[in-house]
């Protein structure tokens, strides 16, 4: 199943009781930004996306996940939090670690 993500931020809010002005603050963007996204339809970036995730104070997977998750701990969740401000190349950077002490195992 393929997931409209306008309708999964638009439930999220509703489930926060979030307007997009308080989801805005939330994940320190501009209204405007925000704007853009629900008025014109516009998709967000997979950056921005991980934005308003950290905003709801969820992962990527939570956005995306069909049913409901298991909550994360609270390790997982400052990762996540970490995660979020890392450039491109650093996300790069610690994936290729993990990847490279999994394939040791």
Same mark, same amino acid.
Request: glycine share 2%; hydrophobic share 45%; aromatic share 10%.
């Given at each position: 199943?393929?997931?409209?993500?306008?309708?999964?931020?638009? /439930?999220?809010?509703?489930?926060?009781?979030?307007?997009?002005? &308080?989801?805005? /603050?939330?994940?320190?963007?501009?209204?405007?930004?925000?704007?853009?996204?629900?008025?014109?339809?516009?998709?967000?970036?997979?950056?921005?996306?991980?934005?308003?995730?950290?905003?709801?104070?969820?992962?990527?997977?939570?956005?995306?996940?069909?049913?409901?998750?298991?909550?994360?701990?609270? /390790?997982? &969740?400052?990762?996540?939090?970490?995660?979020?401000?890392?450039?491109?190349?650093? /996300?790069?950077?610690?994936?290729?670690?993990?990847?490279?002490?999994?394939?040791?195992?």
């Amino acid at each position: 199943m393929k997931i409209n993500v306008h309708e999964r931020l638009n /439930k999220l809010m509703k489930q926060h009781g979030w307007t997009e002005y &308080k989801l805005a /603050k939330a994940c320190s963007l501009s209204e405007s930004t925000l704007a853009n996204i629900f008025r014109r339809n516009t998709m967000p970036s997979i950056s921005m996306l991980e934005t308003i995730c950290s905003g709801f104070s969820i992962s990527m997977a939570q956005f995306f996940a069909e049913g409901e998750m298991a909550e994360l701990t609270s /390790k997982l &969740k400052e990762l996540f939090k970490h995660w979020v401000n890392l450039t491109v190349e650093q /996300k790069a950077a610690v994936y290729a670690v993990i990847k490279a002490f999994n394939s040791s195992k």
